[in-house]
């Protein structure tokens, strides 16, 4: 079984920064592109970030390119979001998922792994 498990969510000013985790079970990370995806109240989900298996190439959202940066470990199995200058529209439940492929994808019937998510609050 599959098990992605996501931390480092919170409660962070306009501004501030945060680093999300996500920790991979078992061989399920080698191999296959992660992602992280978002869904704000009364939203669709949407796709924020993905990494390419084993890590050279990255590909980001055009609402937080600049500002967020994904990379992973993978003799940890753990892939990693940081978030810098980050202001109330990014407000929403991040979520972590790993992709059917080793290349990078923006869809989310495209990743068929996802952990439970965890919460972003940025206060103005």
């Known amino acids: 079984q599959v098990q992605l498990v996501e931390s480092g969510g919170g409660l962070v000013q306009a501004g501030g920064s945060l680093r999300l985790s996500c920790a991979a079970s078992?061989?399920?990370?080698?191999?296959?592109?992660m992602g992280w995806f978002r869904q704000a109240p009364g939203k669709e989900g949407e796709f924020v970030a993905g990494?390419?298996?084993?890590?050279?190439?990255?590909y980001y959202a055009d609402s937080v390119k600049g500002r967020f940066t994904i990379s992973r470990d993978n003799a940890k199995n753990t892939v990693y979001l940081q978030m810098n200058s980050l202001n109330p529209e990014d407000t929403a439940v991040y979520y972590c998922?790993?992709?059917?492929?080793?290349?990078?994808?923006?869809?989310?019937?495209?990743?068929?792994?996802w952990g439970q998510g965890t919460q972003v609050t940025v206060s103005s």
């Open positions: 990494i390419s298996y084993p890590g050279r190439t990255a």
């Open positions: 998922a790993r992709c059917q492929s080793s290349n990078i994808a923006t869809m989310l019937y495209e990743y068929n792994y």
């Open positions: 078992g061989r399920t990370f080698s191999g296959y592109a």
